[in-house]
């Protein structure tokens, strides 16, 4: 590992006890993320995202659990730290940033104290001090008014302002990394690009590394360098953002693009990925993505599709599909379409 | 109207929204009543030394079983006490008991109950087995045995009704917390790396806590009737003190000439009993989230 990973998650196994039986709701997830660098994960509801993120953060659900693998923070294995080491390493080393900045704000606290408490805990200052930190948080992340509305509830904030009160907790104890859970989901278009805009910023400003699992193509391309897409607990594809959206070497991360409106990759009508997404608690054999796969071959059901490096290709451009020709021809036919 | 203008106005609008809510307490006539009922009864017992010029234990032989009259108002007990004396310094005392040993159960029930919801596993099945066994017993059952054990007084009362009365409030809370911790805010909170304690106290509590409180309402109606209960069955505050209970008992020998000196201690436990039942429900209906 060299000194510029900040995270190194290798060979990350989650599983989630259901009724249903086990969920292989990670299966086998490896990456690097860069020091002040901007990873994003990409992938349809139920692929993992999430289950990665909060692995990561060690606040997996009940029910779920990590069965093998290694999150090294900072050269640190997560997975063999005990609770309360962990409990010390979030907040200023690691963060979060959830989807619904209303149900990750505690309703009955004032917003002000909710981003002063990090600081209480982690970096020892006084009530004053950190209240004074929390101020000038909400100024930087552009609340206007704080100190009137630092004595605010949550429920009185408009949503985009609570997802900035979420980003002043995140960077509330100077994390090396943060990682955010479709942040921009809960909001409309334009305060989304406002958010995404801040949230770049800020992290560019103070070096902070991001982790930024989302299924919004256009979001990716504008936050991230590198980008890793998942499919069915597992990565199909990694590389930079705008090689793997504007040349993806996997059936899915195409399927992905056809059907997304408003990116660069020009077509005339979006195409939607036939089919729904594996069953995570007996997957397919095989490559998971070849029962909806326009070009899979008999192959695709039986060997196994770790991800390996493309040949020939710089970058660490990698893709798990074994006949990834196929979807370097389907590219070139869409881009001869007038 | 332009979006901006719309904008300008939401705060306003929620402003007006919270001003409704704020003016609603009072336009409850069932709240209300129950106001006015438990500041007259808790008033009364506050000023007894004023309202009587009276000693609720001095006895006078010469006036025993006196009628209502101009000197006593509700006239006389069998060793000469004045009733409405003794009215209202056994209500201080059953009233100031009551709150009391209100606090005890709310405290011991809340912090097991988010003990057992929020850890779950073995700490879990230890509180509610406990619980179960408290349950098992009817209230009455498990009140009067442990007094009589512990001996009657004031002490034995509190920690009667501490060791019954605590299985409901870890109920309520445990159950309450089993859901809050689901929420986004708990994962937040555990993902900004604070201590379990932490996220109990400053973020599960305060969100769990008004069913507790809209509970212990109710719960205070009981523990009247239970410190009632226990005094009339001479297992409460030992005599000569005034309590509601042994005045009760001690009229009943006279009921077919003295019916007032059982009948009015029971009709003040009755008032009182109304008027924070119609507080408690009216406080129910303001609290109860979403309303």
Redesign the interface.
């Known amino acids: 590992m060299s000194a510029e990973t900040i995270l190194e998650v290798r060979d990350l196994r989650v599983r989630i006890a259901s009724r249903r039986g086990l969920v292989r709701a990670v299966d086998g997830v490896s990456f690097d993320v860069p020091r002040g660098g901007a990873l994003g994960l990409v992938g349809e509801s139920g692929s993992g995202k999430t289950m990665t993120l909060r692995a990561i953060l060690g606040v997996l659900p009940p029910e779920a659990q990590i069965t093998s693998g290694e999150i090294r923070l900072d050269g640190v294995d997560l997975v063999q730290l005990r609770g309360s080491d962990v409990n010390r390493l979030r907040g200023p080393k690691m963060a979060m940033i959830f989807q619904e900045p209303m149900g990750a704000l505690n309703p009955v606290m004032r917003v002000g104290w909710q981003i002063a408490e990090g600081p209480q805990v982690h970096l020892g200052l006084s009530r004053g001090r950190a209240a004074e930190r929390a101020l000038e948080l909400m100024r930087r992340v552009g609340i206007p008014d704080p100190e009137r509305r630092f004595r605010a509830y949550p429920h009185e904030f408009s949503g985009g302002m609570r997802q900035r009160v979420m980003i002043a907790i995140a960077l509330s104890c100077d994390p090396e990394i943060i990682l955010c859970d479709e942040p921009t989901t809960a909001l409309d278009v334009t305060i989304q690009d406002q958010i995404l805009r801040l949230l770049t910023r800020l992290c560019r400003e103070s070096g902070v590394s991001l982790v930024f699992v989302t299924h919004d193509l256009p979001v990716v391309a504008q936050v991230c360098r590198d980008v890793a897409v998942m499919y069915g607990g597992q990565l199909v594809e990694r590389g930079e953002v705008r090689e793997v959206l504007l040349d993806p070497r996997h059936p899915y991360t195409l399927g992905l693009v056809r059907s997304a409106p408003d990116f660069e990759y020009v077509r005339e009508s979006l195409v939607p990925i036939p089919g729904s997404p594996p069953s995570l608690v007996s997957p397919p054999s095989g490559c998971r993505f070849h029962p909806r796969c326009a070009f899979a071959e008999d192959d695709c059901r039986t060997s196994e599709t770790p991800l390996r490096p493309l040949p020939g290709v710089p970058g660490g451009r990698s893709t798990a599909c074994l006949h990834y020709e196929r979807t370097l021809e389907a590219v070139e036919a869409d881009r001869a379409r007038p | 109207m332009s979006a901006l203008q719309v904008q300008a106005e ?2 306003l609008a ?1 402003g007006r929204a919270r001003g409704r809510q704020a003016r609603r307490w009072y336009r409850q006539p069932a709240l209300m009543a129950g106001i006015v009922i438990l500041v007259v009864v808790v008033g009364m017992a506050l000023a007894a030394p004023l309202l009587t010029s009276y000693n609720p234990i001095a006895q006078n032989l010469n006036a025993s079983l006196l009628g209502p009259g101009a000197h006593h108002l509700l006239g006389t007990d069998q060793l000469g006490r004045d009733t409405f004396t003794r009215l209202l310094y056994g209500l201080r005392l059953d009233l100031r008991i009551a709150f009391i040993a209100v606090l005890f159960p709310f405290v011991l029930g809340v912090v097991l109950g988010s003990l057992a919801g929020y850890f ?1 596993g073995w700490v879990d099945v230890i509180i509610m087995r406990l619980v179960d066994i408290v349950v098992a017993f009817p209230f009455y059952v498990l009140v009067i045995a442990l007094v009589f054990v512990l001996g009657p007084g004031e002490r034995s009362i509190y920690i009667a009704i501490t060791a019954v009365s605590w299985v409901a409030y870890a109920r309520i809370i445990r159950g309450e917390i089993l859901v809050a911790k ?4 708990v ?9 379990s304690l ?1 996220i109990m106290g ?2 599960l509590l ?2 769990v806590i008004t069913q507790a409180f809209i509970y212990a309402m109710s719960d205070i109606i009981q523990d009247i009737l239970a410190i009632v209960t226990l005094g009339y069955l001479g297992l409460g505050i030992p005599p000569p003190t005034a309590d509601l209970g042994s005045m009760i008992n001690d009229g009943q020998n006279f009921l077919s000439t003295h019916w007032q000196l059982t009948t009015t201690p029971g009709l003040v436990v009755v008032f009182v009993g109304l008027g924070l039942s119609l507080v408690g429900d009216g406080l129910a209906d303001l609290l109860r989230p979403g309303q």
């Open positions: 939401a705060p929620a779950g689901r929420q986004d805010y994962t937040a909170a555990r993902a900004g790396g604070l201590s932490r400053r973020h305060p969100n």
